[in-house]
């Protein structure tokens, strides 16, 4: 429940498991050749992940202002293209702008450090229990409704195909 590896640490585990368990079994150049290209777009994509969310908020942040900006400088044209775009700008100019993303490592951080905090309330509820505290069957239930719903998402998260991905 308390390890949470990043993405970038899923993906560099296919990458090493690509080059030592996969590669050195392929004998058709062809069908490694794909292999090394899988590796490549995955290193890829490890590489666009750290900035991906930040770029899209500051992206869409940066398109509000330019569709507001283009409203502004047609203000008083009256043909029917500039009415769309004044109503487009209405609407879409009512969103407000995405906070950029804090760093993953932030989140991860206190995600575990939360984890971790949970996993000793868990033991001490346990403690709490074993002593004949009734209340401590009501904080069990709590804690169990949180996490059982997060193992459900994450196994269909990283179902693929009616396997879960994974070694051993």
Do not use: F, W
Request: net charge negative; aromatic share 0%.
């Amino acid at each position: 429940m308390n390890t949470t590896p990043n993405i970038d640490q899923l993906l560099e585990g296919v990458l090493i498991s690509l080059g030592t368990d996969v590669l050195p079994y392929v004998s058709n150049p062809k069908a490694a050749a794909t292999v090394q290209m899988m590796q490549s777009i995955l290193q890829g994509v490890r590489q666009v992940l750290p900035v991906v969310d930040q770029r899209l908020a500051e992206e869409h942040n940066a398109m509000l202002h330019v569709i507001a900006e283009i409203t502004a400088l047609l203000g008083g044209c009256d043909e029917v293209a500039a009415e769309r775009i004044r109503e487009r700008a209405a609407m879409i100019g009512a969103e407000p702008e995405l906070p950029i993303p804090l760093p993953r490592e932030v989140v991860a951080d206190a995600h575990r450090a939360v984890g971790n905090a949970l996993t000793a309330t868990m033991i001490d509820l346990d403690e709490l229990q074993r002593a004949g505290v009734a209340a401590a069957d009501d904080g069990l239930a709590v804690l169990r409704a949180h996490v059982g719903p997060r193992v459900v998402r994450d196994t269909h998260t990283i179902l693929v195909g009616n396997a879960l991905l994974g070694r051993g």
